[in-house]
């Protein structure tokens, strides 16, 4: 999703920078009871950029700035079947 900026008031506005998620997975079967999958979640981490501007009385400028990090998370899984 690209960024993007809302104007909550004639005084408040929302930056949000882009988000991007990749999810991909394979799974390997061995036989009839047992199978391999290796997952990752969010592949191609972004970081997202938030950032709230007021403007007050006077002309004031109160900003929030905010950086979330995003990480990229693997997963493993082996499934035996009796």
Not at 2 to 9: A, L, S
Not at 74 to 81: C, D, F, R, Y
Request: hydrophobic residues 35%.
């Amino acid at each position: 999703m690209p960024g993007y900026t809302t104007q909550q008031t004639t005084a408040q506005s929302q930056t949000l920078g882009r988000v991007r998620t990749l999810d991909a997975y394979l799974s390997w079967t061995f036989s009839r009871t047992a199978s391999f999958r290796l997952s990752v979640d969010n592949a191609l981490p972004v970081d997202v950029h938030t950032l709230t501007q007021t403007v007050e009385s006077g002309g004031f400028v109160l900003s929030n700035d905010q950086l979330r990090r995003n990480r990229a998370r693997w997963n493993a899984g082996l499934s035996l079947k009796f």
